[in-house]
């Protein structure tokens, strides 16, 4: 009874397909944070190079921009349930083909198909869709707040991923292991939890779905786009740049970083990140309310530009205790502007263009995304370029936070007016 009452308000009114989705979201975050710690380690193992390392992680992502592209903007007329078990399906064949191949075509092909997280966050259709889902079964009023919970739930499975693929690379080696096996045994893993995946999304009911009353058969179309079509093309050019300059330093690259530069294990590492995804998640509860007093648009932009300028600062720290602590200090603020985003996005759009508006969005983020790290695997294979993803990632951000406060600080969301 006590637990029940120390329970938020807004929790304790998620009907059980808000329960599910939150759930769904712990297990495919937890899946990519444990595969984003080891994923370039193992390709490097399979004897790849930095330049191809880069390659199987930018056609990877773009496999997903296609992927996510095709699930979302259909999802809202043939049904959000069907479309989230194909990604799930797509992301335990990758894990599969990934874990069962060495040969660089068949990585790629695997990874361009499939549904593969080289950052430890959100690709693929699942996060539009969901949430489309939960913005459809929660009032207007709780829909920050909820998001804020939800991104919690993410980054605490992010960061819990990250622990247990560090750790269990690590006992699997003194087990006399090989490191590229124990890395293998973590892409298994990633495969078996798509098929959980998949079996928790047939749980879910009619009510996440589009209502059949309303209006979905708009006269114009744009990716499952019409009324919206202006504000989220807009939107979808700003995260782009924002992901662009993010994936210069996603979480695989980062973590190789850390070992390049201060010799820090996997198991290490492993700790690094679940530290740095916990502070991330709980910085996401902070958003509510910050967004409660100023607004959405001044929470995006106010949380994020602080984050990037230590993202700057990380690599001109002299040892690794100060790296790590501008690490996590740039972390426990850096997502502050995630629930807002999300929030923001599903606000400004009609209900019936949900999952298509976050579908667009979200492919522009990894389009973004999917871009730069070709450009950092060849910075990485040159010891002296090591750090300079940081500060190309800081200040494309930076450039992010100015162009969207001009653009979007006058469009507020239904609740703000």
Not at 41 to 53: H, K
Request: net charge positive; hydrophobic share 55%.
């Amino acid at each position: 009874m006590s637990t029940t009452n120390a329970m938020p308000m807004v929790l304790r009114a998620l009907t059980s397909d808000g329960w599910l989705l939150f759930v769904t979201r712990f297990v495919r975050l937890f899946a990519y944070g444990s595969l984003s710690v080891i994923l370039v380690f193992y390709l490097v193992g399979l004897g790849l190079t930095g330049p191809q390392t880069g390659l199987v992680l930018t056609l990877t992502l773009v496999g997903d921009v296609v992927v996510s592209l095709y699930l979302t903007t259909r999802a809202d007329r043939i049904g959000r349930r069907r479309m989230l078990i194909v990604g799930s399906l797509l992301m335990a064949g990758a894990g599969l083909a990934f874990a069962c191949t060495s040969n660089l075509f068949f990585l790629i092909l695997a990874g361009t198909i499939g549904v593969i997280s080289p950052s430890g966050h959100e690709v693929g259709p699942f996060l539009p869709i969901e949430q489309a889902a939960l913005s459809h079964i929660v009032a207007a009023a709780s829909r920050t707040e909820v998001f804020a919970w939800y991104t919690l739930v993410g980054s605490v499975a992010t960061a819990t991923g990250a622990l247990f693929g560090g750790f269990v690379t690590q006992v699997l080696q003194q087990s006399f292991m090989p490191s590229v096996g124990s890395y293998r045994a973590v892409v298994l893993v990633y495969a078996a939890l798509g098929v959980v995946l998949a079996f928790l999304f047939t749980r879910l009911s009619v009510f996440v779905e589009v209502n059949s009353g309303d209006d979905i058969r708009e006269k114009t179309r744009f990716f499952g786009i019409a009324r919206s079509r202006g504000i989220v093309l807009k939107l979808s050019s700003l995260f782009s740049l924002d992901s662009f300059g993010g994936g210069f330093v996603v979480q695989s690259f980062a973590a190789y970083w850390f070992y390049l530069r201060f010799g820090v294990e996997p198991k290490t590492l492993g700790a690094i990140f679940f530290c740095a995804n916990l502070f991330a998640g709980v910085s996401a509860l902070l958003a509510f309310r910050l967004a409660s007093r100023i607004g959405l648009v001044r929470t995006m932009v106010f949380t994020h530009l602080p984050s990037n300028v230590l993202l700057i600062l990380v690599p001109l720290m002299p040892t690794l205790p100060l790296a790590v602590l501008v690490f996590l200090l740039r972390f426990s603020i850096s997502q502050m502007d995630v629930p807002a985003r999300q929030s923001y996005t599903m606000a400004v759009v009609p209900a019936e263009e949900r999952s298509a508006a976050g579908g667009f969005t979200g492919v522009a983020r990894t389009t973004g995304a999917a871009l730069s790290p070709l450009f950092a695997g060849f910075l990485f294979a040159r010891p002296s370029l090591i750090s300079t993803p940081f500060f190309i990632a800081g200040t494309l951000k930076i450039a992010y936070d100015l162009l969207l406060y001009r653009s979007f600080r006058r469009l507020r969301p239904p609740e703000e007016r």
